[in-house]
């Protein structure tokens, strides 16, 4: 069975400082990835996508992530964070259906 | 830019009342999706559209919700009669493909509290 994990309600950085938010998945097979922000009273926003080829992708805002297939990992990254980040940020996992995990509070202090 | 539109944005409703939503997808996108979000969790699909056939329907609670895309564009979730754990928002998606390497786009969602 598919699944993924954010093992973190809410992370709080201080601006300016490099930022990540964890993402681990189970599935059988190789797994379609994906990172989504959400803002509040909005519907969710694409930020990035690991499909196949290299290990660390690029997205919107300067986000980035990187893929590991040993530790069955899909941080998201960012060096140098913004007040703007603020948001609520979803790791999702696609093999057959598409999975969401419960998503993380990013929280930037100025 | 091209988005996702969803009405009513919020809705209100006591429970035994029947509601509708309606999702119009980006133009061009064949493949629909709507999705319950409970507070503090992920959207959890609830029915994939390819065009106006249903793909995946495996999580829709069948014996209250209905979903329909009649001529392949625009959508509607059906809830008859809801009940007080259908308070959540719903979300709607669309994508140019049914593809499963690619990404969603989401409209603002409807947010429905059952009273």
């Known amino acids: 069975a598919q699944s993924v994990a954010q093992p973190e309600d809410q992370v709080n950085v201080a601006e300016g400082n490099p930022l990540t938010v964890k993402c681990t998945y189970s599935v059988s097979g190789n797994p379609y990835l994906f990172w989504y922000v959400q803002y509040p009273n909005r519907g969710l926003q694409f930020l990035l996508k690991y499909i196949t080829g290299d290990n660390l992708v690029k997205g919107s805002y300067g986000f980035e992530a990187e893929f590991n297939k040993s530790q069955t990992s899909f941080h998201l990254k960012k060096p140098s964070a913004l007040v703007s980040d603020s948001a609520l940020y979803f790791c999702a996992v696609r093999r057959d259906k598409i999975i969401f995990g419960k998503g993380t509070r990013l929280h930037i202090l100025p | 830019e091209a988005e996702v539109a969803q009405s009513p944005r919020y809705k209100i409703t006591e429970k035994s009342q029947a509601v509708a939503f309606w999702c119009d997808p980006i133009s061009g996108h064949a493949t629909l999706y709507w999705y319950r979000q409970i507070l503090g969790q992920g959207p959890e699909l609830l029915v994939q559209?390819?065009?106006?056939?249903?793909?995946?329907d495996s999580q829709l609670p069948k014996d209250r919700f209905s979903a329909e895309r009649l001529k392949g564009v625009d959508s509607t979730l059906k809830i008859q009669p809801a009940e007080l754990g259908d308070s959540a928002m719903y979300l709607c998606?669309?994508?140019?493909?049914?593809?499963?390497?690619?990404?969603?786009?989401f409209g603002p969602g409807t947010r429905l509290t059952v009273t």
């Open positions: 998606a669309s994508s140019s493909r049914v593809d499963q390497a690619y990404e969603q786009y």
């Open positions: 559209f390819q065009d106006e056939s249903v793909v995946d």
